[in-house]
């Protein structure tokens, strides 16, 4: 029968720092390797010659990415939780808010943005005036007070 290896606490304590997100050289001074072998220990500890400690550095790691992830079947059980304690406190904005939120993450709405370039240095005056007649009848005649339109258009 084999018996499993066990790491050493200085090992362990490069795993769980390396896990962190440390550099390796950082993580074998915080684990008490001396500062002139850090760098070589941190790059040993965690090569293929040391299986056992490169398996428990990927054990910490997988643990703390399932702990990350955020399930979305959860994440819109506890929006509709926050929204129906609104409800029942009867904070409206907040339980439509929880609504739109709940929709977005399931994926209901779809954020769409357009974006036109127009430069207005490379048009003519003309071409300027029948576009800021198209806006002006696009916005149903709203324009900034004071502001005057010389040049010819259709009244409606």
Do not use: C
Not at 13 to 22: D, E, P
């Amino acid at each position: 029968m084999s018996e499993k290896k066990k790491l050493t606490p200085k090992q362990e304590k490069f795993a769980q720092n390396v896990a962190k997100g440390m550099k390796k050289k950082d993580a074998a001074k915080q684990a008490g390797y001396s500062d002139k072998n850090s760098t070589r220990a941190g790059t040993v500890l965690a090569s293929d010659k040391n299986p056992v400690v490169k398996k428990r550095i990927t054990e910490l790691q997988t643990k703390a990415a399932d702990r990350a992830v955020v399930n979305l079947t959860g994440h819109l059980t506890d929006l509709k939780d926050i929204r129906d304690g609104a409800m029942r406190s009867g904070a409206w904005s907040a339980a439509v808010t929880a609504e739109v939120n709940r929709g977005k993450a399931a994926g209901l709405y779809v954020n769409r943005s357009e974006i036109i370039v127009s430069k207005v240095e490379t048009m003519n005056k003309d071409q300027i005036l029948e576009r800021m007649k198209e806006l002006y009848h696009e916005t149903g005649g709203v324009l900034p007070v004071g502001t005057l339109i010389e040049g010819e258009y259709e009244e409606t």
